[in-house]
């Protein structure tokens, strides 16, 4: 298939994950918020650090309230992580490759680009936040539901997969670098019934309370910790992400005229980070420091995106493929 396909559809649900995810910090912050013990700005800064788009938001909005923070990440066009924004981009994407999806899939996509446009049309006011973001997370949910039974699982829906897998994995690590930054105002709350409240919201926000719950009995730091970045069977768990991205660039290989014998480059980082999260122990994690442990992990995210984009999407992919593929023979000569 061509490069320029393949990068669009990955582009198309990687901006689409991005849209769920920031409509998920939103809505587990705006919950938190009822109960929290400190003000506002220790509430609601952290979601723009996590972002990385803290410099741009002190320009433009200066003090981080509620009000401040959620119209940033909402509908300002100027952060080009904001909800608006990356459904613009998502939907440009599947508009320039429509007869490779499906009109059911073009359809949910654009209508939900409709809905938040027509809000941001009226000054960015949300009559119900709650029923708002919980709108945007459900119409992903619905669209990458359609997009699985309606979509042949080709080339494509695997690039698709791949974009919003990796987004997926690097969005669970800033959902749990939220509470490392802020959700804890001080250690007194260590271990206390605020502190299960908000580990119980961050699982709320990846929809993975339930399935905690019935794994584990009770709420416990490091138990959540696991749970989010190593648990193989939780589907946005990073190592269940990691896994499936793999697979899915496995098969592309398998399907591609040079077969599954040559490993890409992308595939040989993803199995090395795979095996590591495989055999890694939550004790490890928290003993390496949690903060210190995701950075890692958001390196390495971008390192497989970036050996992704050498590899397939960059104009002279298959040359590179090919060059790297010689290296390697002269190597195991």
């Keep these: 298939m ?10 198309m649900q990687r901006y689409r994950e991005r849209v769920e995810n920031v409509a998920r910090l939103i809505d587990v ?3 938190l918020s009822i109960d929290a013990p400190g003000d506002a700005q220790e509430q609601w800064e952290p979601l723009v650090i996590t972002g990385g788009d803290s410099v741009l938001f002190k320009e433009l909005y200066g003090e981080a309230t509620e009000q401040n923070v959620i119209e940033f990440l909402t509908f300002d066009e100027r ?44 000054k960015g006011k949300i009559t119900s936040p709650y029923e708002f973001f919980q709108k945007i997370r459900s119409t992903c949910q619905l669209f990458t539901g359609i997009t699985d039974t309606t979509m042949s699982h080709n080339a494509a829906w695997h690039f698709g997969r791949i974009g919003y897998l990796l987004e997926r994995a690097d969005q669970t690590t800033r959902i749990l670098d939220v509470k490392y930054f802020i959700l804890l105002p001080s250690p007194q709350h260590v271990g206390s019934p605020y502190d299960d409240i908000q580990w119980a919201a961050l699982l709320k926000s990846i ?46 290989s398998a399907l591609s005229e040079q077969g599954s014998a040559y490993q890409s480059k992308p595939e040989q980082l993803l199995e090395t980070l ?25 390196m390495r995210i971008i390192e497989i995106h970036n050996s992704l984009y050498r590899t397939f ?21």
């Design 2 to 11: 061509l490069s320029r396909v393949a990068h669009m559809v990955y582009w």
């Design 207 to 252: 929809s993975g309370f339930e399935m905690y719950m019935k794994k584990w009995n009770d709420i416990r730091h490091a138990s959540v910790v696991e749970f989010m970045l190593l648990d193989p069977y939780f589907p946005r768990s990073v190592f269940s992400c990691v896994r499936r991205t793999l697979d899915s660039l496995r098969a592309i």
């Design 79 to 122: 952060n080009k992580n904001s909800i608006l924004h990356c459904l613009r981009e998502s939907r440009d994407n599947a508009r320039a490759i429509r007869q490779v999806i499906t009109s059911e899939m073009w359809n949910e996509l654009n209508q939900l680009y409709l809905y938040i446009y027509k809000t941001a049309g009226s």
């Design 313 to 333: 999407f960059s104009p002279n992919a298959y040359e590179m493929i090919y060059q790297d593929h010689q290296a390697e023979l002269k190597l195991t000569e």
């Design 29 to 31: 912050n705006l919950y």
């Design 274 to 298: 795979c095996s590591e999260l495989a055999q890694m122990k939550v004790y490890e994690v928290i003993k390496t420091g949690l903060h210190e442990f995701i950075d890692n992990l958001q």
